[in-house]
């Protein structure tokens, strides 16, 4: 069965302070791999798509990279804007529709 | 209208009433999906819709219904609300339903059955 997990479920960050958040999966074939930020009482907003082990991406202070069995959300001197919720999807190859979405890391960056 | 929109954007709702939720997407899109957020949950899929005049039963379809008249409209209706339909609902769309494409949301409904 299809399954992401997600961790830390929260992580505190002091201003300028990098880190990273993980999402492993387990799916049967790998469509696509894709990174929401949530922000309280709004809809998931779309970061990052990849489509294969080995591809990276990168928006501002944010990097995305992609293996066979997880992708790491790199996080860059984050400042207090980038507090959020931070969800990963995939999609696999089985047959179906369906987006499986982790929990989600709740990211607090102090200032 | 630039995405997607989605009405009301809360509501409460005795037990037992009918109710239905907006979502109007600007974009085109051929797929459309309704989700449930709860927390300790995630996103669970409820309704989705290939193409205008289809759809499919997601994870969680049990007490729901939509309907895909046109492209741009994929309303989701809760026949007899229960408590356990308290939650936050987003509409999302994408191009293509299974293709690796991007989906994206709406803002969503925070409905509360009492």
């Known amino acids: 069965e299809d399954q992401v997990t997600q961790s830390p479920e929260a992580l505190r960050l002091q201003e300028g302070e990098s880190s990273s958040l993980n999402c492993s999966y387990t799916v049967s074939g790998l469509r696509g791999l894709f990174w929401y930020r949530q922000d309280p009482g709004k809809g998931p907003e779309f970061l990052f798509t990849l489509y294969s082990a080995g591809e990276e991406k990168e928006k501002e202070r944010l990097k995305a990279t992609l293996t066979k069995k997880e992708s790491f959300l790199h996080i860059t001197a984050p400042k207090p804007e980038d507090s959020a919720t931070y969800l990963c999807a995939v999609q696999g190859t089985s047959g179906t529709y369906k987006y499986i979405f982790g929990t989600g890391t709740r990211l607090k960056v102090l200032a | 209208i630039a995405g997607i929109t989605q009405a009301p954007t809360s509501q409460i709702l005795a037990a037992g009433r009918r109710m239905t939720l907006r979502c109007t997407q600007d974009?085109?899109?051929?797929?459309m999906y309704w989700y449930r957020q709860d927390l300790g949950l995630g996103l669970r899929l409820i309704h989705y819709?290939?193409?205008?005049?289809?759809?499919g039963k997601g994870e969680v379809p049990d007490g729901y219904s939509v309907s895909r008249a046109n492209t741009d409209d994929f309303p989701l209706t809760l026949a007899s609300a229960v408590p356990s339909q308290t939650s936050v609902y987003f509409c999302?769309?994408?191009?293509?339903?299974?293709?690796?494409?991007?989906?994206?949301f709406g803002p969503g409904t925070r409905l509360t059955v009492l």
């Open positions: 974009m085109r899109h051929n797929a």
């Open positions: 999302a769309s994408s191009n293509e339903v299974g293709a690796g494409d991007t989906q994206y």
């Open positions: 819709s290939n193409t205008a005049g289809t759809t």
